[in-house]
């Protein structure tokens, strides 16, 4: 296509001669501090658009959140959230969105300090965003078929940018001007919002709006932009970074029409990077499945309404007016019905058809969260160990769980959510959960647990799972054996049945000051149902197989005993291959590994297409994206996803692959057969392709 070499506006009265100016009004309803209904949006958003340039200078936009709440209100003026993988210097701006909801919330200011992960920003103005851009992009109903993509090189040439821009009805803009100001605007059009012109020229029509033109405005003084694209029911994001021009170029703005309307101007971005990236944020934000309930949040027309009236002069015959007009009861749901038609009406006069405003399409079920829980208490066992104690945010219910189980953490880490599998030191049944965590050189779970988490602070619990736990419908005798923090799951055992069977338990460990539990093994090993046996290896040397026929020619366990070893495989293999030998049968052996913490993690670098059936049952398809696991993305595009702990320990999610090519991240438990027999773990696999999956059971 030809690019327009003349028509570009480059000045204000340019600029406006097109557009228009704002009306007083537009620029009444801002407002320098948060107010309560400011405050009451930041506390039910869970995602949002967020603008920022580095220390080089380098313009960045990307989605922020996870979970409703994640921007912290430290006062009127101050906020606080975490940025991963950036730092933001000087100017920075927000767009905030509310799944469901059409208008946004737009928030700048200027970053104040950095403390470890989090930003801290001090706030100088705040405002509602008219509904248009999420309505003309049908942002919260399910995604329309995307337009067939053109081949490209350069900079849109990268992998699936192109698919990705075919797909994108929605975009959030960050732009500055040369005065310490920034700006974050939402953009949304019928299909394809920015389209390609050539190998590294996008155009983004125009169309009539408020008149406010922020970021045209800021272009006419520093032509350096970003933006980050969405595509409805996708979990990945589109970050593009380069220079804007504006235009009014009649041909380039014809092939934009619609039913013979074009934009009165369009942005032209010649493109310097452009990168598909998978989102924790817009993962986690479900903002595809989870839409706001009717009243959950004030109407954002109607809080424009009340910082109109504010802004507005105390006294004189408006000022009378609007504060007479916002205190008449049920004026909201009124407010709301005038701008719903006001938005048809005009969005019609652009070339619109089939608009949809209020109350979006119910969307697919929304993957579980997870049960939220808070750290009660943080104590101490060894100098390398901890026990998190959790208990329930909000009313108290019982950990239920068989002794031995595992459950599965979620926590932030530097903004980005890590999952780890731990078991449980608790007894079930209890209001508290308890969790020891040893730490590990170059663990990244544990060190965090070790250096940051500490009593209030918040994480999620998925679980339990696992089958390393006595059959609870026997009684047979226990026969422990557990090297190092492989103790929790066996102290679960031991404080659940202590004195309703005989227990023996061998435990080894480098030193005694290693010793997990030392002290309450002490006492309950002076029970007569109950015996302890320790090795220390820095004194004896490794537990060997002579060491462990010594210890049972000791304990002389009964021929229906139930052995449940947790240690490192090289115990492990010792203990099998010594019970083999003494003739046990093999479905009296259970055994659980645990792992250093190290893993490896292999993800496919650009997205890939998943159909995922039931047998001969099409049961639908998504998009994975780069870095994104076949189960997150499953669950986002709400599909019946089989799964447990999702950090490949439990084998929940195993899933036949019927076509194409995973990687799987490591260690985890699928076997040597099944792996041989086709079957992958979802939670830890990673499409290099095109694949096909079957959830039917093995």
Not at 285 to 307: I, Q
Not at 611 to 630: A, H, I, K, Y
Request: glycine share 10%.
């Amino acid at each position: 296509m030809r690019l327009p070499t003349s028509h570009r506006l480059t000045t204000v009265d340019e600029v406006e001669t097109v557009i228009g100016r704002p009306p007083s009004m537009v620029m009444l309803k801002q407002i320098g501090a948060l107010d309560e209904g400011c405050r009451k949006i930041l506390e039910h958003c869970p995602l949002a658009g967020f603008g920022y340039r580095d220390a080089a200078g380098a313009s960045h936009t990307t989605f922020l959140g996870g979970r409703p709440g994640f921007v912290r209100v430290h006062s009127p003026t101050r906020i606080s959230f975490a940025l991963p993988g950036g730092e933001a210097h000087g100017p920075v701006s927000f767009v905030l969105l509310l799944p469901g909801v059409g208008e946004t919330l737009r928030v700048n200011g200027s970053v104040a300090k950095r403390k470890g992960a989090e930003t801290f920003v001090d706030i100088e103005e705040a405002y509602v965003h008219c509904a248009q851009a999420v309505i003309r992009s049908r942002l919260w109903q399910p995604p329309a078929p995307p337009a067939p993509a053109p081949r490209v090189e350069g900079p849109l040439g990268g992998p699936g940018v192109a698919e990705f821009l075919a797909a994108a009805p929605f975009l959030v803009l960050s732009t500055w001007d040369r005065s310490g100001g920034s700006d974050t605007s939402p953009r949304g059009d019928q299909q394809a919002v920015a389209r390609i012109l050539d190998d590294r020229t996008l155009v983004i029509p125009d169309r009539r709006g408020n008149k406010r033109a922020d970021s045209l405005h800021n272009l006419l003084q520093d032509d350096r932009l970003s933006f980050a694209a969405l595509v409805p029911g996708r979990t990945g994001v589109l970050h593009v970074r380069g220079r804007g021009s504006i235009t009014d170029d009649a041909a380039l703005l014809e092939t934009m029409a619609l039913r013979g309307t074009p934009p009165h101007a369009a942005l032209l971005i010649d493109v310097e990077h452009a990168e598909v990236t998978s989102s924790a944020a817009v993962a986690r934000s479900r903002v595809w499945t989870a839409h706001l309930e009717r009243g959950a949040v004030p109407d954002l027309m109607a809080l424009a309404g009340d910082h109109l009236a504010a802004n507005t002069a105390s006294s004189g015959p408006l000022a009378r007016v609007l504060k007479l007009v916002v205190g008449i009861p049920g004026i909201g749901r009124v407010v709301r019905l005038v701008m719903n038609r006001a938005y048809r009406s005009g969005l019609r006069k652009e070339g619109y058809e089939d608009i949809e405003v209020g109350s979006p399409r119910p969307g697919a079920a929304a993957p579980d969260p997870g049960r939220e829980v808070r750290i009660a208490e943080v104590r101490r066992e060894t100098p390398s160990a901890v026990t998190l104690v959790l208990e329930d945010t909000e009313r108290a219910r019982p950990f239920d769980f068989r002794p031995g189980q595992f459950f599965t953490l979620v926590t932030d880490i530097d903004g980005n959510p890590v999952r780890r599998a731990y078991s449980a030191s608790s007894a079930p049944g209890a209001p508290r959960l308890e969790i020891t965590v040893k730490q590990v050189e170059g663990g990244r779970f544990s060190t965090h647990v070790h250096r940051v988490l500490r009593a209030g602070d918040r994480l999620s619990v998925r679980g339990p799972s696992g089958a390393f736990h006595p059959d609870p419908a026997t009684a047979h005798e226990l026969v422990l054996i557990a090297a190092g923090s492989g103790i929790t799951p066996v102290m679960s055992m031991i404080r659940s049945l202590a004195g309703t069977r005989r227990i023996s338990l061998l435990y080894t460990n480098r030193s005694a000051d290693e010793v997990i539990f030392a002290d309450e093994l002490r006492r309950l090993g002076q029970e007569d149902r109950l015996s302890v046996s320790h090795v220390l290896t820095r004194d004896r040397g490794r537990l060997d197989a002579a060491g462990v026929r010594g210890w049972l020619d000791e304990v002389r366990p009964a021929k229906d005993a139930r052995y449940y070893v947790c240690g490192p495989e090289a115990l492990r293999d010792t203990v099998l291959e010594v019970l083999g030998g003494r003739g046990v049968p093999g479905d009296h052996v259970h055994h659980e590994r645990y792992t250093s913490g190290a893993e490896t993690t292999l993800g496919t670098t650009e997205p890939q297409e998943m159909l995922v059936r039931n047998g001969s049952d099409e049961l639908g398809s998504t998009v994975v994206e780069p870095g994104q696991t076949l189960l997150d993305a499953g669950l986002a595009a709400g599909l019946p996803m089989p799964y447990s702990c999702t950090v490949g320990n439990c084998g929940d999610c195993l899933v036949k692959l019927c076509d194409g090519e995973v990687a799987l991240s490591g260690p985890n438990c699928l076997t040597p057969q099944q792996q041989a027999d086709g079957y992958v773990l979802a939670c830890v696999g990673c499409p290099r392709s095109r694949v096909t999956l079957d959830l039917a059971e093995p």
